[in-house]
């Protein structure tokens, strides 16, 4: 045999190799370019809204620069009694969330929907319940609430209604959940029948709540849990209540099955409404694995209860001062000075209302027990309370 007829075979093999290398590579763009194609489809299905330029605090370049290590954005859920719609309505959920872009930690900072504050901020003063903003300019006007009361710049929102809430705690098999004696109460009361209300909205069956303790509740029974608001905890114990499921939601979320997440996304989608773009929530998926929360509470920190036109208010003990907590809390901000802005409101709350910091009364920390934790160990945050707000 001649050197030749040697070498001809392995140029062969050379070949063959090569072509079967060009065919996994071409094989898996194929696959990468068919996954990007469902991925971009199914985002298509949720509600896209272009905002426009959302007003910012008036924030120092310090803060401007410690924000930029962040990626906050606030969660809406409505009280529509509609399913898919979201130009109306009260926030019966407004919750801050930040994800620390390095350590890929989230921080969530529940806004009482019954805190005092500036609620429109682009036409002068007017002071009122914080989830009056929501109702009178959708996300764009609460947004700028949250931006000019505590010295923010957050720009991007994610709003769902009753029956993405209840599909997506479905799709995961439940949440596991410490009901208290005060909850189960307030689940099965007649007078405020939030399990049938949720059940109705969102087309599903109402099963209720026979025992205290812990527990898996189902998408209408975890729904019906976040929107308790008469009795334990009212206010208080409602955002707590809310963080808790988000935390436990969230967990499960991290842990779906491939088929799980494709029903997730095909349920609970279309029921969304957000100005992220398909890029940044494609971006901020493909970390998801990585996130891990951190601290949840609520704002403000010190807070009274005072009647306004007839009705409970709470007000913050003051409001420059639970600011400067919050971006103690929520960014690691130590020595922040609040802007002037902030200090004008509070001391316009505190004027109207005859508040400071001295008239704190701490009812989320002082009364009543309302059985779930926060997630927060860096100092006593427990949400407790009974004052009533309508």
Request: net charge positive.
């Amino acid at each position: 045999m001649s050197e030749h007829d040697t070498v001809r075979p392995s140029r062969k093999k050379r070949r063959r190799r090569r072509r079967k290398v060009l065919l996994i590579i071409e094989i898996i763009i194929l696959l990468l370019l068919l996954l990007v194609l469902f991925v971009w489809l199914k985002f298509g299905t949720i509600n896209m809204k272009d905002l426009g330029k959302i007003k910012a605090g008036n924030i120092s370049k310090k803060t401007e620069e410690v924000l930029s290590g962040y990626t906050n954005f606030m969660i809406y859920g409505v009280d529509n009694r509609s399913s898919g719609n979201y130009s109306t309505g009260n926030t019966d959920v407004q919750i801050l969330v930040s994800i620390n872009n390095d350590t890929k930690k989230i921080r969530m900072a529940s806004v009482y929907r019954d805190l005092y504050l500036d609620v429109d901020p682009t036409n002068g003063t007017r002071f009122a319940k914080s989830n009056a903003a929501y109702a009178r300019g959708g996300e764009k006007e609460a947004m700028e609430m949250i931006n000019e009361n505590f010295d923010l710049n957050v720009d991007k929102f994610v709003t769902v209604d009753f029956a993405a809430v209840v599909d997506v705690i479905d799709d995961v098999g439940g949440v596991d959940i410490d009901v208290s004696n005060d909850e189960l109460a307030a689940l099965n009361s007649r007078r405020y029948p939030t399990i049938p209300e949720v059940a109705r909205i969102s087309g599903k069956k109402a099963t209720y709540v026979t025992r205290a303790g812990k527990q898996t509740l189902n998408g209408v029974q975890a729904c019906a849990y976040c929107r308790i608001r008469h009795g334990a905890g009212d206010d208080w114990g409602r955002a707590r209540r809310q963080r808790a499921v988000m935390s436990q939601l969230f967990a499960k979320v991290k842990g779906a099955s491939g088929s799980q997440l494709s029903r997730i996304i095909d349920d609970v989608f279309p029921k969304v409404s957000t100005n992220f773009s398909a890029t940044e929530m494609i971006s901020l998926a493909s970390a998801v694995k990585s996130y891990q929360i951190d601290k949840s509470f609520g704002f403000p920190f010190d807070e009274t209860n005072v009647k306004i036109n007839g009705s409970d208010t709470m007000i913050p003990c003051t409001l420059e001062s639970n600011v400067v907590k919050l971006h103690q809390k929520m960014f690691d901000e130590a020595n922040y000075a609040p802007s002037q802005t902030v200090r004008a409101i509070s001391s316009q709350i505190a004027q109207q209302t005859g508040t400071s910091e001295s008239s704190a009364q701490n009812y989320s920390k002082l009364e009543g027990n309302i059985g779930v934790d926060d997630t927060d160990t860096t100092e006593d945050t427990t949400e407790k309370g009974t004052a009533s707000t309508q």
